[in-house]
């Protein structure tokens, strides 16, 4: 390089964004080699399993039109989303927030594009669990079960009130298994039991189509 040019300055991305790329790009890795069974998956996922995050609310908007067409519930609003696309998979994962931090709702899609999946919609469960720590520890009161037709095939929603053990306060959970616009998707909505009427949420599961 001659000495009269400046070298290259790295930026890197801030660190709430780089942690949530490099979990995606985990979660992938082990989803793809679990799925394939096949050691060189993981050197593929290496070179190609790069997510794309958007930390807006446009970006969380998007997102979550890859997988499902809804009425978001009053109050929350977007905050990040991402997508894995490539050969092998698509993930499409957005994150909502309250607008008053009283809760939070995450839904997230897997399709694998050689196959059908075989996986259970538990293990996508698992996988955007762990991407909200947000999320209480709760002692369950309360649990009921709604079955509704979403394109054409059984959703099934539970439906969940507890106290969080940390504070005391009441929330209600709602953990949704249904078919999105692609392949098998999961929506989990956890706010506080003031914030949000028996109404409201019978409404949500409704809108979602």
């Not at 696309?85 to 008053?100: C, S, T």
């Not at 996986?119 to 996988?127: F, S």
């Not at 053990?165 to 953990?175: F, H, L, M, P």
Request: glycine share 6%.
């Amino acid at each position: 390089m001659p000495a009269s040019e400046t070298p290259p300055i790295y930026i890197p991305a801030p660190p709430r964004k780089r942690g949530l790329q490099r979990v995606l790009s985990i979660i992938a890795i082990v989803v793809c080699c679990s799925f394939f069974a096949c050691a060189g998956c993981c050197f593929l996922g290496l070179l190609f399993f790069g997510p794309n995050v958007v930390d807006t609310p446009a970006g969380a908007e998007e997102a979550a039109s890859q997988i499902v067409d809804w009425t978001l519930p009053d109050q929350f609003v977007g905050k990040t989303g991402s997508t894995i696309d490539n050969a092998l998979l698509r993930m499409d994962v957005a994150k909502f927030v309250h607008q008053e931090g009283r809760g939070v709702m995450v839904v997230g899609q897997l399709y694998f594009k050689l196959m059908p999946y075989q996986g259970q919609y538990e293990q996508l469960q698992d996988v955007l669990e762990k991407m909200i720590p947000e999320l209480r520890k709760l002692d369950l009161t309360e649990q009921t079960t709604r079955t509704v037709v979403i394109r054409n095939s059984n959703a099934t929603f539970y439906i969940e009130r507890g106290e969080d053990r940390a504070s005391t306060t009441r929330y209600r959970r709602v953990t949704g298994h249904f078919r999105g616009k692609r392949d098998r998707a999961v929506v989990i909505l956890e706010v506080e039991e003031a914030f949000m009427t028996d109404e409201e949420l019978e409404k949500f599961i409704d809108s979602i189509k």
